[in-house]
């Protein structure tokens, strides 16, 4: 999809303040500071729309994006994250998981995991939530310029053995400064979404 117009268009903690145009939805999740606001910069083409924060546990609502009047992308707060009051943890989790088990409009969910470790507890639990829900999952490996491009292999299968992937299909090595990684993300976007080849 060739990005021109984005707007953040609200910051909701409760489904009551969702959009409500009828846009197909496509989620960001992951761990704090993964890269999810990098992803989502670089998917937009704008340098630091998104904000990306040295501080992990920094987004703390859900983010709606309107992406060229056609579908939102939606930033979900990191998980992982210890230095956020257990009770804070708690309610995220609950918002979050409101958000993805009844959201009538969620095509998708983009789970980022950094490339660079092998996925963490958290990074399993929300991949096994995510699969238990059935939720359409695309894994992206952000971060993948800090590897070797002859270990991205042994990348792929280290994450797909560790969360027990069906395939290798659904994983995208992703580099934000070297942009790689961007179509493959944006094609499984537009076929969730759209339903295009």
């Given at each position: 999809m060739q990005v021109n117009h984005v707007e953040l268009v609200m910051s909701a903690v409760d489904p009551v303040q969702y959009p409500t145009?009828?846009?197909?939805?496509?989620?960001?999740?992951?761990?704090?500071?993964?890269?999810?606001?990098?992803?989502t910069n670089v998917l937009i083409n704008r340098?630091?729309?998104?904000?990306?924060?040295?501080?992990?546990?920094?987004?703390?609502?859900?983010?709606?994006?309107?992406?060229?009047?056609q579908l939102y992308f939606v930033d979900v707060p990191g998980?992982?994250?210890?230095?956020?009051?257990?009770?804070?943890?708690?309610k995220w989790g609950q918002m979050i998981e409101t958000y993805l088990t009844q959201r009538d409009q969620l095509r998708g969910v983009v789970?980022?995991?950094?490339?660079?470790?092998?996925?963490?507890?958290?990074?399993?639990?929300?991949?096994?939530?995510?699969?238990?829900?059935?939720?359409?999952?695309?894994?992206?490996?952000?971060k993948a310029d800090?590897?070797?491009?002859?270990?991205?292999?042994q990348t792929v299968s280290q994450i797909k053995k560790t969360l027990n992937l069906p395939n290798t299909d659904n994983i995208v090595m992703f580099s934000a400064p070297k942009k790689s990684g961007?179509?493959?993300?944006w094609n499984?976007?537009?076929?969730?979404?759209?339903?295009?080849?």
């Open positions: 145009t009828g846009y197909p939805e496509i989620a960001l999740v992951g761990r704090s500071n993964v890269g999810k606001s990098s992803l340098n630091s729309y998104a904000r990306t924060s040295s501080q992990p546990g920094k987004t703390q609502t859900l983010n709606f994006y309107n992406v060229e009047d998980y992982g994250y210890a230095k956020v009051s257990k009770s804070e943890r708690e789970s980022l995991i950094d490339a660079r470790h092998a996925p963490t507890e958290a990074d399993v639990t929300m991949y096994q939530w995510l699969a238990y829900y059935e939720i359409p999952t695309l894994i992206v490996a952000t800090k590897i070797a491009r002859g270990k991205w292999n961007k179509d493959d993300v499984w976007i537009e076929q969730q979404a759209f339903g295009e080849e």
